[in-house]
Structure formats: structure tokens, C-alpha cells
């Protein structure tokens, strides 16, 4: 019996040195890979409010700037589960690190840390769907086929 879900999440977006800020997964079907800093909303939290929470949670970093704001989406299946995952993108600009002693609420956090990537260094290999499209973009300066949404049939959870 195959499962369909819509998952929705903000991301945000900083380069330093030409490197991308980046998360490393440990959950999901993204669990290690890079991904971008970000996730699900909470009830009643505005786009904003997520980001900014979402990026103090996974990096320590806080957004001190946001701007160009973006909505994609992709068709993630692994075996019979199929994902819709709808992502809104900001560029943002973040300020100092902070040590992350943070305590969540009923949940764990799905990253291991961050690191800024080289660019080059992400591939549909190592890097999310998120990542993928955010390089697609970059490559295509917003072409129509960055507007459609990627597809991947048979996507692989890596186990290190």
C-alpha cells in the first residue's frame, strides 16, 4: 500500500565566502545529506518567525536579514512512500554564532550540526532535494524549468 504526504517547511539561505550554509541530517529521508537550514512551521508562527527559529535551532545562527523569497516544490519517492515537499526559500543574512544548548519541546532536533559547503562539494549524493533545486537555480537564473517540480523516483535514505 503506497503512502502519499505534503510536507512544508521554510529554508533559509546564506553563502559566506562563497560556501553555502549547510545542515547535516540525521532523520528523515534526507538523514545524512546536506540540507538547508530550516523546517515546519508551528501553529501560529508566521514564514518569518519559522525561519528565524528554525535556523537558531539547527546552526546557532540568528537571521538578521531576509529577502527574496521563493516557493518550490518536489516529488520525493522512496519505495511506496511518496512526499510532496513544498519549500519557501529566503536569502537571509545571519549574525554572530551562538553555543546551541538549546532544549526542544517534544521533538528532536533533525540536524547534527552545520558547516559551510563549497558549492562544487554538493551533489544529488550527498545534498536534499532542497539543496538540488537551490542549485538548479543558481545554474538556471530562474529559467521556467526551475519553476516545475523536480522529481525523484527512486530516492535513497544513505546510511552513512
Known sequence: MSVYATHFGVYGVHFRERKLLCIHKNTGPYKNRFDLPGGSQKQPESLIDTLKREVMEETGYSVIKYSKVRCYDAF??????????????????????KELHLELENEENDSLGCSWV???????????????KLLQEIENEFADSVLNASSYENWIVKEK
Open 76 to 97: 520525493v519517492k522512496q519505495n511506496d512512500n511518496m512526499v510532496h515537499h513544498v519549500f519557501v526559500l529566503y536569502d537571509m543574512e545571519v549574525g554572530q554564532r
Open 118 to 132: 563549497d558549492l562544487h562539494d554538493l551533489t544529488k549524493d550527498n545534498a536534499s532535494p532542497v539543496i538540488l
